[in-house]
């Protein structure tokens, strides 16, 4: 059963324009959350993360927002550019337990941006 | 952040052999972990490397088919031990970076070892 879920394989939006990437879980024991990019042949970058305290991170182009009553994150990109096509990754962990070094991944999300 | 290497990059093996991937960190480092990407799916852990004492295991992964060594802070190795062709994925060590505001831990993650089974 998969705890984080991506249901877009895949999305296409042009230079310029805003990118919505979009993640559920099902874990109400999540309680931080991450975003990662990956290049083809590159490890996983960490791009943004947020904390079930917040609903919204901002760090320049990258925004995330959470809804802990949907058990919904989303990250937005703007505006897009053709450097940012790679495959986001959306993550969860959670802080209680000794267990808060544990990742649980989405499958991905293929963001492709055209010029 | 820790830059991080990985050796092999790929390797292509036979059935039945075993393959060690080599885990490098250019600083010292509490926690380090191994984790699979089959493909399709998403980054799933295996197993946190441990200095000093037996590495501890997600479920369903076992010792005796992923043995994992620490020998130090900057270094670990993952055997994929009796390989089969379900055995072919990307391979990924990653490391804990800062905590985060509330305690979550942004891990950074090694280039991979893209293995494929024959």
């Known amino acids: 059963d998969q705890q984080v879920k991506q249901n877009s394989p895949s999305l296409s939006v042009q230079e310029g324009r805003i990118s919505i990437l979009n993640c559920d879980y099902t874990?109400?024991?999540?309680?931080?959350f991450l975003w990662y990019k990956k290049y083809p042949a590159e490890g996983p970058t960490f791009l943004i993360s947020?904390?079930?305290?917040?609903d919204k991170n901002e760090d320049g182009r990258f925004t995330v927002f959470l809804n802990k009553s949907a058990k919904h994150l989303s990250l937005h990109i703007v505006p897009s550019q053709p450097g940012d096509s790679a495959v986001y990754f959306c993550?969860?962990?959670?802080?209680?337990?000794?267990?808060?070094?544990?990742?649980?991944f989405g499958k991905g999300t293929l963001l492709t941006v055209n010029p | 952040s820790a830059v991080i290497s990985q050796k092999p990059s790929r390797d292509i093996c036979q059935r039945g052999t075993s393959l060690t991937i080599q885990c490098q960190v250019d600083?010292?480092?509490?926690?380090m972990f191994w984790y699979r990407q089959q493909p399709g799916q998403s980054l799933t852990l295996i197993a946190t490397?441990?200095?000093?004492?037996?590495?501890?295991?997600e479920s369903g992964f076992v010792i005796d088919k992923f043995p994992i060594s620490r020998p130090n802070l900057t270094f670990s190795t993952l055997t994929v031990s009796n390989m089969s062709p379900e055995d072919s994925s990307i391979y990924l060590c990653?490391?804990?970076?800062?905590?985060?505001?509330?305690?979550?831990?942004?891990?950074?993650f090694g280039p991979g070892t893209r293995l494929t089974v024959l």
């Open positions: 990653s490391v804990e970076g800062l905590a985060g505001a509330a305690g979550g831990n942004e891990q950074f």
């Open positions: 874990n109400s024991m999540f309680d931080y």
């Open positions: 947020i904390s079930s305290i917040k």
């Open positions: 993550a969860a962990s959670e802080s209680s337990g000794g267990s808060n070094y544990k990742l649980t």
């Open positions: 600083s010292q480092v509490t926690m």
């Open positions: 490397a441990n200095q000093g004492s037996e590495a501890t295991y």
